[in-house]
């Protein structure tokens, strides 16, 4: 072949982005506007948070710049006393609300995404154990994965939060509760990626690539990463994005009854325990704007979730 019909084929062979454009996924995505718009609305929420000291025009964390003068402004009114103005109020310490929102969803998916990484690292590991070594490692993982949903994650979580935080020095409790919030939804949480692992293991491992890799000399390790495990992948991935969601409201349901992040760097779990005192005072919007928040962030990974699922599902292509 010539260098000329090299380049001709060359410009002919599409790059992995146009593949990827081009893709099954890709076109499923460009005709779903509810995963178009879930999709902005997490981008622009997870962006809003990453770039939050940016964006903020406060720091609600800081002490040294909070003014208790400014409490309880109505949202857009000047405050009575220094007559500044801000764009969703203050809550009772003065903080600026839309600081404080941007701050504590910086928190809560920290607390989301740390909690869901343990939970899958957990879940895939004992997955692909249980699914290709079987026997009594596979009968002590099920059992185990059974006793634990028979109880709610949260109360699990819950069970986890204060067993860890009581072996915690009480001077190092304030420091170490995101810590331990992550461990104890992770903990509660690993079931699911777990059953699904094992599941997608017990198919594949008696196929016939995988006997060829053991015919060449495989070892059990090597062949659950490289060939089992990218199978699986899909639906890790989908559980991934729901399981998101679902550590998020985890989150701030423990911070709202006042067990999960500490009062110094709120989440918005914690924001709405502090507006729901305050929600029949007058100043709804201390309890109103996190709560639409939490709502929009879990709502939207949630049908972004929903969209995954039913995109990478083979039957309905």
């Given at each position: 072949m010539s260098d000329h019909q090299i380049e001709i084929e060359t410009r002919r062979t599409p790059g992995r982005l146009a593949r990827a454009w081009n893709g099954d996924l890709a076109y499923s995505f460009r005709h779903s506007p509810v995963a178009m718009i879930s999709a902005f609305m997490?981008?622009?929420?997870?962006l809003s948070a990453v770039f939050a000291p940016w964006i903020a025009p406060h720091n609600p964390f800081d002490p040294g710049s909070l003014n208790l003068m400014n409490g309880f402004?109505?949202?857009g009114e000047p405050n009575a006393f220094t007559g500044e103005v801000f764009l969703l109020g203050t809550d009772d310490q003065g903080r600026d609300v839309f600081s404080t929102i941007l701050y504590g969803m910086r928190i809560s998916l920290l607390v989301g995404f740390s909690a869901v990484m343990l939970a899958m690292v957990i879940g895939v590991?004992?997955?692909?154990?249980?699914?290709?070594?079987?026997?009594?490692i596979e009968s002590v993982i099920m059992r185990i994965a059974d006793i634990q949903l028979t109880f709610p994650a949260i109360l699990v979580a819950m069970l986890i939060f204060g067993v860890a935080k009581g072996i915690t020095p009480p001077e190092y409790r304030d420091?170490?509760?995101?810590?331990?919030l992550i461990l104890a939804i992770g903990l509660s949480d690993w079931v699911q990626f777990a059953r699904v692992v094992r599941g997608a293991t017990l198919v594949e491992k008696n196929r016939e690539y995988?006997?060829?890799a053991r015919l060449v000399g495989r070892r059990p390790f090597s062949i659950m990463i490289?060939?089992?495990?990218?199978?699986?992948?899909?639906?890790v991935l989908v559980i991934a994005t729901i399981s998101l969601a679902l550590a998020i409201i985890a989150e701030a349901t423990l911070s709202f009854l006042g067990v999960g992040a500490p009062p110094t760097k709120p989440s918005l779990g914690t924001l709405i325990r502090i507006g729901q005192g305050y929600m029949f005072s007058g100043e709804w919007w201390i309890l109103l704007f996190p709560a639409l928040t939490l709502l929009a962030l879990a709502l939207s990974i949630n049908l972004l979730g929903d969209w995954l699922r039913d995109a990478l599902n083979p039957r309905l292509r």
């Open positions: 997490v981008a622009l929420l997870v402004t109505p949202p590991v004992l997955g692909l154990l249980a699914g290709y070594l079987g026997g009594w420091q170490m509760a995101i810590y331990v995988v006997e060829a490289r060939h089992i495990l990218p199978n699986a992948l899909n639906a």
